[in-house]
């Protein structure tokens, strides 16, 4: 069993930074691929950025050259750093870890609140 808790989010202006933080506990960190997916109401969560267990990063599309995701496994935790930030960043955004080994290990944090206004 794995809980994410989430930090790090909060209020900031156009162009402003972030740095979001995921920290796991139990055993076996490096084991997960890691990801942060973001929510606005009404909207289905989508990805972020995912890092896997040997470091392999992906981004959306509409985050590349602004966010960095990065991973610390003997801190046990996950970032995503916020560059250039806009308002239709504004978002709740949601650390994830998934893990596959004969069954799929799948866990979720309860969300940070990231909103992007002037």
């Known amino acids: 069993q794995v809980q994410l808790v989430e930090s790090g989010g909060g209020s900031v202006h156009p162009g402003g930074s972030l740095r979001l933080s995921c920290a796991a506990s139990?055993?076996?960190?490096?084991?997960?691929?890691m990801g942060w997916y973001r929510q606005v109401p009404g909207k289905q969560r989508e990805l972020v950025a995912e890092i896997s267990s040997s470091s392999i990063t992906n981004y959306a599309d509409s985050v590349k050259g602004r966010f960095t995701i990065s991973r610390d496994n003997a801190k046990n935790t996950v970032y995503l750093e916020m560059n250039s930030l806009k308002p239709e960043d504004t978002a709740v955004y949601y650390c994830?870890?998934?893990?596959?080994?004969?069954?799929?290990?799948?866990?979720w944090g309860q969300g940070t609140q990231v909103t992007v206004s002037s």
């Open positions: 994830r870890a998934i893990g596959y080994r004969s069954t799929t290990y799948l866990y």
């Open positions: 139990g055993n076996s960190f490096s084991f997960y691929s």
